[in-house]
């Protein structure tokens, strides 16, 4: 009689907290997942380094194509680029008064969130059939993937290229050209200054089409 009323209760329980139960289970195995994901984000989420966010998109991922995203680019080129910005060696008015207030610990910081970020496209392009191979041509042509990277996702101090906004590579393109940036080692000034407008924009709408590629697998 004892073990009837035993099973009779279990079943009961599960009739009434069954779902409680699997919800909980479920629950758990989010936040086990949303753990997981944390240490490979260099923590939980928000980072202080979502502060960027506004401009530069979550993680790091742009969607504006104005605005460069940081995910997955090189740490060496995220933390030059920032002691750029602060030293005025690459004058912009937004991001040199952020810059100028990090101390080095935290563009260390910042760097190294940054790269860690899955990289995606800022946006997708329209095909072009004409204008990709004339951007392809001229990319091959100018051996960008010997500084970029063979995915031109950069390495070392040397910018990703791949996935970045149309508008934004066009407009670095145009101020290297211009002199308006300056490259420490005056190759980008130097290719640049080879390129006409109608170049810059067909090298732009290629790299912008081409998804970042890292560790073999590609991003959207």
Known sequence: MVT???????????????????????????????????????????????????????????????????????????????????????????????AKGLTDAQIDAFATYFAQQTPARNEDVPADAKLEKRGLALVQARSCQACHGANLMGKDSAARLAGQGRDYLAKQLAEFKAGARKDPTAAMNGIAATLSSEDISAVAHYLAGVSPVREGIAAR
């Open 4 to 98: 009837i009323v035993a099973v009779a209760a279990a079943v009961g329980a599960g009739v009434l907290y069954g779902r409680d139960l699997t919800d909980g289970m479920r629950y758990e195995k989010a936040m086990s997942q949303i753990g997981e994901a944390s240490k490979a984000n260099a923590g939980p989420w928000p980072q202080p380094q979502e502060t960027c966010f506004v401009c530069h998109g979550p993680r790091g991922r742009s969607l504006n194509a104005w605005y460069p995203a940081l995910s997955g680019q090189p740490k060496a080129y995220i933390a030059a680029q920032l002691h750029a910005f602060a030293n005025d060696q690459r004058p912009n008015p937004y991001m040199g008064p952020l």
